[in-house]
């Protein structure tokens, strides 16, 4: 643990003698690491739906921009965070990185006790939520660079799958700690909770208290149980070559459609199913579409490893334009169990395609440098690819985080011009069609470019 010079886990007598010990012990403590920082970043997804309860004067699209703007700055921040593992090594930037989050959970936990809190306020603590968006790209480059090719699909897989788990935690516990008093006489006072002739107690500043030991314990494991690399030094000039690299900007379209998709979804369900279905608690449901996202996202990375990432993400967007075509039905039909069932087929197909597209960024980039690389460049070309991969794993990541802000606004710009979502709904099947053929052409059709 620290600092670790040499790493070649492409070689299997180093990789079975050292390297998946320290490889492992690095993934079991980045998922809690990346777990919370999903959790901190869709907090706003919960929160805002009780907001008017408690005496907020806020409207539907304030409240939907609440759920969008941390979309918006953590795709953003994914962008320099892409770069940072490189620079400041892996175990010292998720500490960094999972520190900060403690600024957005505690900021949140004094605002909502508050009513006369100003909207400013609460725009700008939804921005600093956008840390723990920023975080996946640290997290999945990082972890990149601990794992041979072969083993690279399953990894990243579960990395990203049991974090992205943080979507529905939150959407799971904050419903429950909120209406009690978790922190007992240490915690503060209740708000009334008030609908229609119903008044309730509720603690809704747990639903940021929540998460600060959790923080803190998590932040001290990464310090003490994580390493650097120094085979994955690389300064941001290194790294910059990727902006050069086509594949680089087509595979970060297509992880927009799957993790674009998604995040996008995640962040906008709850207020979705509170704008169609009024009669139903959103919070009683919202959680079970991400929670199904994110424990597929594994199998999508594994299957992948055994039969190809490009031909699963192709047969994928195929099927989460069927599951779209679903939701639109059962919108039409103001039917909501079906509405609910067809909206976790296309959860789980967003998980899916998040771990087959990721599996293909490192197989492209390896096999580029190998076919480039002259004789006895085989090692300069594997580290080369590491390091390239990996800043494509977080850049694609960053683009792909947008989702989380397009797709809440899009509800809320569809339901205010033609008075509800389907607008927004069509546009997507749109851009699932056009991902069915930029993976066709370049990666699953027979004598593709890059075959993988």
Known sequence: MGTIQNWNVEDERFWEKEGKKVAGRNLRTSIPALLLAFAVWMVWSVVVV????????????????????????????RI??????????????????????????????????????????????????????????????NISFFFPKSQ??????????????????????????????????????????????????????????????????????????????????????????????????????????TFGSFIGYSAGFPMLIKTQFPEVNPLTFAWMGPFMGAIIRPVGGWVSDKIGGARVTFWNFLIMIIAVFAVLYFLQSHYFPGFLWAFIALFLTTGIGNGSTFRMIPVIFLNERLAQAGPGGKEQAIKDAGKESAAVLGFTSAI?????????????????????????????????????????????????????
């Open 152 to 257: 690279k699909g399953t990894a990243l897989g579960l990395n990203a799958g049991l974090g992205n788990l943080g979507v529905s935690v939150v959407q799971f516990m904050v419903p429950m700690v909120i209406w009690t008093p978790v922190f007992g006489l240490a915690g503060s006072g209740p708000q009334n909770w008030v609908k229609g002739e119903v008044t309730k107690q509720i603690w809704l500043q747990n639903a940021g208290f929540f998460w600060v030991p959790f923080i803190i314990v998590v932040s001290l494991l990464s310090l003490f149980f994580m390493d650097n690399l120094t085979t994955a030094k690389a300064s941001f000039r290194e790294q910059s070559v990727i902006f050069s690299r086509k594949h680089n900007w087509i595979m970060s379209l297509l992880y927009v459609g």
């Open 50 to 77: 009780n907001l008017p309860n408690i005496g907020f004067k806020f409207d539907t699209d304030q409240l939907f921009w609440l759920t969008a703007i941390p979309g918006l700055s953590g795709a953003t921040l």
């Open 80 to 141: 320099f965070y892409s770069f940072m593992v490189p620079i400041f090594g892996g175990r010292n930037w998720t500490v960094i990185s999972t520190a900060s989050l403690l600024l957005p959970s505690l900021g949140i936990g004094f605002a909502v006790q508050n009513p006369e809190t100003p909207y400013s306020m609460f725009l700008l603590l939804a921005v600093l939520c956008g840390f723990g968006g920023g975080n996946f790209a640290s997290s999945m480059a």
């Open 400 to 452: 792909a985080a947008y989702g989380a802000f397009i797709i809440p606004k899009s509800y809320g710009f569809s339901i205010a011009h033609t008075g509800g979502p389907q607008g927004a709904l069509y546009g997507f099947v749109v851009f699932y069609v056009f991902c069915v053929g930029l993976t066709w052409w370049f990666y699953s059709r027979k004598g593709a470019e890059a075959p993988c």
